[in-house]
Each structure stands twice: as structure tokens, then as C-alpha cells.
């Protein structure tokens, strides 16, 4: 694994591990989506990201990680990331994200979806639409010969040409032996952003939050749980997404 301004660059082999641990990821996501019903608490995702974990032998990369007590972050309505899988049941027409990860063979996947939870508001749905619509549009400037601003500047464009914002508090990373490396990801262009040519190798975990109303967020008493100040909706869209020659690869794209 070479490394060059601080950021790994991944072998071909170690892509392939990626992507299986990426994989198993996508199934535990697709799992867990296809259990979202009103009625359902929350808790009964982390028993299925568990049993995930179980059944393809990797380990949950976010529980214990900086005291994180769950192997799911599991995110209602308003709250955007980090939220607490609970007793909480989910009733029609809630929206619930799931962020989730695990290593495998010494490297880490992640992945996040927002699902609906039974019928919901046109509104919600449009959030939803956007931001899976904005993960796409930053994966497609992902390019060799490009630049990570580009990434940055396809999700942003998109997102406030909606009319929504993107959360600027969190950011998505560079993924491989450590869950998070080099270098960060924002949904935005921030001023005066350092120049990252984007090289074959790089693998990066892009994921906008996006927020029906205002980008600013609160973090609740529970010290994880992320919610819009506002309380606006929220939702959240993460794949792992290595470069090659040949253009991006969503790693975390479940495979038919
Ligand atoms: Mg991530």
C-alpha cells in the first residue's frame, strides 16, 4: 500500500478485500431495509447488524469506536447521524437512516442508507431522492486527473440547487485499514480547501447529510445524536467508492 500526502493508495488485492468487506456491509443495509416497518423499535436493526457481523465473521467497526455503544448508528426524522438504535418504534411516514461498518481481513467498509418507513410525506420523499441523488453526483466527479474539491462541489451543487442544505458539520473520509484516514470529504467547497488530486487507489467513503431546512445541528445529551437545530428532516447517503484507471468503483454497491 503506497502512500503519498499522507493518503493510502490500495493495491488491487487489497481493493478486492475492500470489497468484500464492503459487500457484507451492503447485504447487513439491504437486510435491514427490507425489515423497516411502523411498529418496528429500532433496537431490533442493531440485533440484525449484529447477527450480521456473526454470520460472515467480521467485527461491527462502530461499536466501541470513541465509546460508540452500538454496532448501528440509527438516525429518525431530525436526527442526521449517531443516533441510538432504542426501544423507540418507528411509525409511517418517519424516515430512518442507517450508517454501519465492519472490518474484515484487517480492512473497515461503510455504507448508509435512508429509508421510508411506510407511506411518507412527498416532501421526504424528495429529500430522499436528492441526497441518493447527490451521493450519485459526487461518485460521477470522482475521477482520475480530477480533484477532490470536484467531489465536494458535485454534492453541494446539487443539493442547494434543490433548495436543500448540506450538513457541514461531519464529513465523509478516506476508508482502508482505518475506518477514517486521509483525507476528509466534505459535502462543500470550503474556502481556501487544500488542492487532493484524486489518484487511482484512493478509496473514499462519500456520504452527504442533507437537511430539509438549515445545516446547523445540535448534538442531544446522549453526546452522539446528531439533529438538525431546526428540526427539519434529515437524511444520509454513504458508500465506500475506490478509484481506478477506470473510473470509480462503489465498493459498497450491493452486487445482484
Ligand atoms: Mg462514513
Redesign the pocket.
Same mark, same amino acid.
Given at each position: 500500500m503506497k502512500k503519498i500526502r499522507g493518503i493510502y493508495l490500495k493495491n488491487e488485492s487489497e481493493l478486492q478485500v475492500m470489497r468484500e468487506a464492503n459487500q457484507i456491509v451492503a447485504k447487513t443495509l439491504a437486510a435491514m431495509a427490507a425489515a423497516v416497518a411502523p411498529g418496528t423499535p429500532t433496537l431490533h436493526f442493531e440485533e440484525i447488524a449484529r447477527d450480521y457481523c456473526k454470520r460472515y465473521d467480521v467485527k461491527p467497526a462502530f461499536l466501541g469506536y470513541h465509546g460508540f455503544p452500538f454496532a448501528l448508528c440509527c438516525s429518525v426524522n431530525e436526527e442526521v447521524v449517531h443516533g441510538f438504535p432504542s426501544q423507540r418504534r418507528l411509525q409511517e411516514g418517519d424516515i430512518v437512516s442507517f !450508517?454501519m461498518?465492519v472490518v474484515y481481513r484487517g480492512f473497515f467498509g !461503510? @455504507? @448508509?442508507l435512508t429509508v421510508p418507513v411506510g407511506e411518507i410525506a412527498p416532501a421526504a420523499a424528495d429529500l430522499l431522492a436528492v441526497t441518493r441523488a447527490s451521493l450519485a453526483e459526487g461518485i460521477g466527479a470522482m475521477t482520475v486527473g480530477g480533484n477532490l474539491a470536484d467531489v465536494s462541489r458535485a454534492v453541494q451543487k446539487y443539493v442547494e440547487s434543490r433548495g436543500y442544505s448540506v450538513v457541514k458539520r461531519f464529513v465523509? /473520509?478516506g476508508?482502508g485499514r482505518s475506518? /477514517?484516514e486521509k483525507p476528509e470529504v466534505p459535502n462543500f467547497v470550503a474556502p481556501g480547501a487544500k488542492d487532493i488530486p484524486l489518484l487511482p487507489g484512493m478509496v473514499l @467513503?462519500i456520504?452527504p447529510m442533507v437537511a430539509a431546512g438549515g445545516c446547523d445541528v445540535e448534538i442531544l445529551a446522549d453526546n452522539w445524536t446528531a439533529v438538525t437545530r431546526d428540526r427539519s428532516l434529515s437524511a444520509h447517503f454513504?458508500h465506500s467508492v475506490a478509484l481506478t484507471q477506470a473510473g470509480p468503483v462503489v465498493l459498497s454497491e450491493l452486487a445482484a
Open positions: !450508517d461498518g !461503510d @455504507a @448508509a465523509g /473520509h476508508i475506518l /477514517h @467513503a456520504e454513504e
